[in-house]
Each structure stands twice: as structure tokens, then as C-alpha cells.
């Protein structure tokens, strides 16, 4: 079955530095890539919709020069979250065939 | 617009007892429908999905969910509870087939007792 890998599983970082999060697609193309956020105790939110060889598609409210997407190939999108702060802590997940997820990243900004 | 909603935001159940988690969804089209569940600090593991086949869904770990349309629901089950099956799950929605995003319910926690 389809085999989505997400690194790393957890980082640490200091507010002000960016961190880049990747997403793979082990055994199948994903023309199409889906980025959610989770907080603490509450449900998924759709971020972006990453789109390969083209520009990302935001939710409302995502800022899109803070979460930087790039989906350069077929099997690959990477996230990254610039300038982080202690606000942008959150359990990041991606999605790649619609259904299938990752295994999160645990985003944590001191 | 696509939504779903979970009634109940936590339920508890002795083990071996029925588990029933609700769902019901809104969509404009007809609707491809899972159920996730999510331990502790880990990702969403698939326990079935609707794909416009058969009403009754067989899934993972002894867990099954039935579409019913004239009900708008997706309501999930297992005869018998394990301690195991203690976690957050998530019915999700899908609009236009399986390669297009999710629209979450805000889950469930499932709290299994000895």
C-alpha cells in the first residue's frame, strides 16, 4: 500500500530560525501533497495544498510567506517554517493520495 | 462546503463493550468518508474508508462503520472494546474523490475501562 515518510519525527528550535519539514511518497508519484496542523487536544486543519512543479495552494489565515512549501518533485514536498516562534509549535502532518499520512513532526519553537 | 460533525468529544466504555462513535458530515457531493485513530504523539492510522461501495465498511482492528444517506452519518463501531482501542479517533470527509483533502471532525476520546 501507499507509504508516506515525514522527517523528522520531532525538532526543537529557537524562535527567529527556520525549520524545514520533508514529506515522501515511498512507492507511488503524489502529484498532490496536503500539509495540516494540529494543536494540542484539537483536531487537523487543512494548511496548504502542495502542488508539484507549481505554487502552493493556502488555506485562509495561513501566512503563506511563513510556511514556505515546495514540491520540487514527484515524490517529495518539504515545508518550512520561517522565522519560527513559540506560537507555531504545533503537530505538523502530511498527506499525500488524499488518505494517507504521515507520521507528523512535532514542531517546537523556544 | 464540506463538514463533519462528531458528537461527543469523549466516551467511555468498559472493555469488551460495544464502542459506537458518531459521525455525520455534510457535503455537497457524494462523499468519500474515513475514520482515522491517533495514539499519543503519533500520526493518523487509517481504520477504514467509504468509497462509494458497499454501505458497510469493514476496517482495521475490528472496527467497522456503516454510510447511511438519508441519515448523513458515518457512525463508527466495535463489538468489543480493548484496552487498546483507548486513543483519539477522527471521521474526515472528502469531497470529490480520495485524491483531495480531508475536512476533520474535532475527534473523539475514547476512554476503555477494565
Known amino acids: 500500500g501507499a507509504v508516506v515518510s515525514q522527517h523528522p519525527s520531532r525538532v526543537i528550535c529557537k524562535s527567529g530560525t527556520s525549520v524545514k519539514i520533508e514529506c515522501r511518497s515511498l512507492?507511488?508519484?503524489?502529484?498532490?501533497m496536503f500539509w495540516y496542523r494540529q494543536f494540542p487536544k484539537q483536531s487537523l486543519m487543512l494548511m496548504a495544498t502542495?502542488?508539484?512543479?507549481?505554487?502552493?495552494?493556502?488555506e485562509q489565515g495561513v501566512e503563506k510567506d511563513k510556511f514556505l512549501i515546495n514540491h520540487a518533485s514527484l515524490t517529495l514536498s518539504t515545508l518550512t517554517v520561517t522565522s519560527a516562534h513559540p506560537e507555531d509549535s504545533s503537530f505538523y502532518i502530511c498527506?499525500?493520495?488524499?488518505?494517507?499520512f504521515g507520521s507528523g513532526t512535532r514542531l517546537t519553537v523556544v | 462546503a464540506q463538514s463533519v460533525t462528531q458528537l461527543g468529544s469523549h466516551v467511555s466504555v468498559s472493555e469488551g463493550a460495544l464502542v459506537l462513535l458518531r459521525c455525520n458530515y455534510s457535503?455537497?457531493?457524494?462523499?468519500?468518508l474515513f475514520w482515522y485513530v491517533q495514539y499519543p504523539n503519533q500520526g493518523l492510522q487509517l481504520l477504514l474508508k467509504?468509497?462509494?461501495?458497499?454501505?458497510l465498511v469493514k476496517g482495521i482492528n475490528g472496527f467497522e462503520a456503516e454510510f447511511k444517506k438519508s441519515e448523513t452519518s458515518f457512525h463508527l463501531t466495535k463489538p468489543s472494546a480493548h484496552m487498546s482501542d483507548a486513543a483519539e479517533y477522527f471521521c474526515?470527509?472528502?469531497?470529490?474523490?480520495?485524491?483531495?483533502?480531508?475536512?476533520f471532525g474535532t475527534g473523539t476520546q475514547l476512554k476503555v475501562e477494565l
Open positions: 498527506s499525500a493520495t488524499g488518505y494517507t
Open positions: 512507492d507511488f508519484q503524489a502529484t498532490t
Open positions: 502542495s502542488n508539484e512543479g507549481s505554487k502552493a495552494t493556502y
Open positions: 457535503s455537497s457531493v457524494p462523499p468519500y
Open positions: 467509504y468509497t462509494s461501495a458497499a454501505t
Open positions: 474526515a470527509v472528502s469531497e470529490g474523490g480520495g485524491g483531495n483533502k480531508l475536512t
